[in-house]
């Protein structure tokens, strides 16, 4: 795997964390960040020994890891950007913001600190949100003359509500982590010494179940949300027959009927 920049990764246990580090610019996003994310994340896509991504955000200069998750996209690269560099920078994060939704590993965002504009959108672009106490969110955009360009006009009202997104996008008004939380923003609120040991428990709980079978899940959550229930749940019932001739159903169900622990190893 290629060295990079602004990122580092770390594999234990089919469990991978990926953090952004660009301390300088907490974290902020950046061209070259977008296409180092776009990059990794295809490389772990092929990964069978990895099961689940947990993405956060490195320190700081001083060296506080819990200053920023990601303090938005990098306005000074933005601030001269014309119409046509600007749609191409948003379609540049929608590549790997759609990678964290679509790959089949499950993707969880461990969130500290500022996870403002692009910290935003990209941590909804993961399956789960998990934030520290002193996490903030927000999407400034407007107040900056632009509207969110990496999925957050999209993403934020399919997760709170239209309502309450058009409320944070048109105020700007940032929202912390219990606000987060009671609006279906995020997952789970924890301290921030439990943040990435939170993380690790969830990612190793679903480590010890089916892979293929959450990675259909996935694709299934994902693609039938915006069908019509009737076209969805054909879709569910077509691939549940698939996942019924697995050596993972096979095991699990003979686990049960057995009462002991299966090993499901499927992907």
């Given amino acids: ?25 907490l974290n902020a996003l950046n061209s070259e960040t977008l296409d180092e994310l776009d990059d990794i994340l295809n490389a772990i896509e092929k990964r069978d020994d990895i099961k689940v991504v947990i993405l956060t955000g490195g320190p700081d200069k001083k060296g506080n890891a819990f200053k920023s998750f990601v303090a938005g996209a990098d306005i000074s690269e933005m601030v001269n950007f014309t119409a046509p560099e600007a749609r191409a920078f948003g379609i540049r994060a ?27 959108e990209i941590a909804m672009a993961c399956d789960i949100r998990i934030a520290s106490d002193n996490a903030i969110f927000g999407q400034p955009e407007t107040g900056l003359g632009i509207i969110p360009g990496f999925g957050g006009t999209q993403r934020l009202a399919r997760l709170v509500g239209m309502g309450r997104a058009k409320e944070m996008i048109f105020t700007c008004d940032n929202i912390d982590a219990n606000e987060a939380y009671r609006i279906g923003l995020v997952n789970k609120v924890v301290s921030t010494d439990e943040l990435m040991s939170t993380a690790k428990a969830m990612a190793a709980k679903i480590v010890s179940k089916g892979s293929y079978a959450n990675a259909v899940a996935k694709a299934a959550i994902n693609n039938g949300y915006d069908m019509d ?4 749940v054909e879709m569910e019932a077509n691939l549940f027959g698939i996942v019924n001739d697995t050596h993972d159903k096979k095991e699990g169900m003979g686990a049960f009927l057995e009462k002991r622990k299966g090993t499901l190893t499927d992907f």
Wanted: proline fraction near 4%; hydrophobic fraction near 50%; charge should be negative.
């Fill in 229 to 232: 229930i009737h076209n969805a």
């Fill in 94 to 120: 929608s590549k790997p913001f759609f990678k964290l939704m679509e790959m089949r590993q499950v993707t969880i965002a461990a969130v500290n600190g500022f996870a403002l504009g692009g910290g935003c």
């Fill in 1 to 25: 795997m290629a060295d990079y920049n602004n990122l580092t990764l770390d594999v234990a246990d089919e469990i991978a964390v990926l953090t952004i580090t660009r301390p300088a610019a």
